[in-house]
């Protein structure tokens, strides 16, 4: 008698589309596509409407913005997420909900000590920091975003925790839609009563946007608190007990200072490293943000035609370069509990063939991506921005497509993998590179130096990412 071959589950069968993590990537894509699409055309209406220059000025503010973050909320953010991920397995509530407003507290804390030193010292970071004095207007604008962004930052934390990514995606188009939103109608109203538009109403959308997407963040944390306290009332009383919820309530938050010190040690223990990696890879970024125009006026242009420049390549160009990556980023979600499950259990296979397929996936759709920069990008720079520059930037960074995806893909897996340091030390030896090309190659050829520097940084990082993994990968297995 022949009995049939027992049936053995795929590793990944547990992330078909009707699993919450899987659904909450596709969503995640969506609302990032989405979300792009319309920073894409605001930064198309940005340009028109104040020149390269003033794009120039615009993205010189991101250097402040991006290690305020990186100091304030970006390691409580992943810290809160891996604690609260693992109390709603053993379904302990309450002590998710104790890490999410201890770590708010810390990060709030910080957001507002950074608020304060920002607004106060915006001529000084203007000129000294960011070497341009007509930023320090913006700066101060841009002070009052961050207490914001640490409100929706913290609480989209803990939502990835409990694999609810739809709320963090939600917030995200809230925040765009608002800020474009709010922007053209600050235009409309500017023209009404003839106004000249200026930049500064570009970053007060941003904080319009951040304001938004806060409130959104508060009402799902609240909701998801009560509905938590409900469920937990109905099962320990009857159906005619007091309806008011025994957990979570303002009592139950007060947080005894024994408590809150134990939780906070928790957190920081992993947060600070993370922010700590965070803020040495973005100090890197604001270098090379700040110095480009700097050393572009070296190699002989002025400072009107250097900002310019800057406006078009970081504010045209690269964004249009890094339009698709919105789906390789979210692959990225989707791989690393995959990996790290996969590490736990040392099952080989399911990360050889996570590496397999993120090389392969990065490999199409970077060949498809360069091939349409390849053949498009000029018609693309005058149809969308009416610059002639930003198309030929596109033609050249179009060779950037699959090295990037490739990278992004497997340093998740790395990460998945534990090997955080590794990835940590790929991409400062790449910033470094491009530092580099920046400080000696840019001055002798001009912005050319720089691209050149973009694709060398971008096929190192890629070639160490891809020797890391190396034993997990044969491109001839099947």
């Not at 839609?177 to 109608?185: C, D, E, N, T, W």
């Amino acid at each position: 008698m022949k009995f049939a071959a027992k049936h053995t589950p795929s590793p990944l069968s547990k992330y078909r589309l009707n699993n919450p993590l899987v659904a909450g990537t596709i969503m995640l894509t969506l609302t990032g596509l989405v979300s792009r699409f319309i920073g894409f055309f605001y930064r198309i209406f940005l340009s028109r409407l104040f020149g390269a220059e003033g794009m120039g000025i615009y993205q010189l503010t991101s250097p402040i913005l991006v290690l305020t973050f990186s100091i304030t909320v970006a390691g409580m953010q992943t810290a809160i997420s891996k604690f609260v991920a693992g109390e709603t397995t053993t379904r302990d509530y309450k002590s998710s909900a104790e890490h999410l407003i201890t770590g708010f507290i810390i990060s709030m804390t910080l957001s507002i000590l950074c608020t304060i030193g920002i607004y106060q010292n915006a001529d000084f970071l203007a000129s000294t920091f960011l070497l341009e004095p007509r930023t320090a207007p913006l700066l101060r604008i841009i002070a009052f975003s961050i207490p914001m962004a640490t409100v929706h930052s913290c609480i989209n934390g803990y939502f990835y925790g409990v694999r609810k990514t739809a709320i963090p995606a939600i917030t995200q188009l809230v925040e765009q839609i608002v800020r474009v939103g709010s922007v053209f109608l600050i235009y409309e109203i500017g023209q009404s009563r003839g106004l000249t538009p200026t930049i500064n109403f570009a970053v007060l959308g941003l904080v319009i946007g951040e304001s938004a997407a806060m409130v959104v963040s508060i009402i799902a944390i609240r909701h998801r608190f009560y509905s938590l306290s409900l469920a937990r009332h109905a099962k320990s009383l009857d159906d005619w007990a007091d309806p008011q919820p025994a957990f979570l309530t303002k009592k139950n938050l007060l947080l005894s200072h024994q408590r809150f010190m134990d939780s906070g040690r928790r957190l920081i223990s992993l947060a600070a490293p993370l922010s700590l990696n965070r803020i040495v890879i973005n100090s890197l970024h604001s270098i090379e943000a700040i110095y480009i125009p700097n050393r572009l006026m070296a190699s002989g242009l002025d400072n009107s035609t250097a900002l310019g420049v800057y406006g078009v390549l970081t504010g045209m160009a690269l964004p249009l370069i890094l339009f698709p990556s919105a789906i390789t980023n979210s692959i990225c979600v989707l791989l690393l509990p995959i990996v790290s499950e996969a590490d736990a259990a040392s099952n080989t296979t399911t990360i050889k063939k996570a590496v397999r397929k993120s090389i392969q996936l990065g490999a199409l759709l970077g060949g498809i991506f360069t091939g349409l920069f390849l053949l498009f990008g000029k018609q693309l720079g005058i149809v969308l921005y009416q610059n002639s520059l930003a198309g030929s930037f596109m033609i050249t960074l179009s060779f950037l497509c699959p090295f990037m995806y490739i990278a992004s893909t497997l340093s998740s897996i790395l990460n998945g993998m534990g090997k955080t340091g590794l990835t940590f030390a790929f991409s400062t030896v790449s910033l470094l590179v491009r530092l580099a090309f920046v400080f000696w190659a840019l001055p002798i050829w001009g912005i050319q130096g720089y691209l050149w520097g973009l694709l060398v940084s971008q096929f190192l990082q890629t070639g160490l990412c891809m020797f890391a993994v190396r034993k997990f990968y044969s491109p001839f297995r099947t």
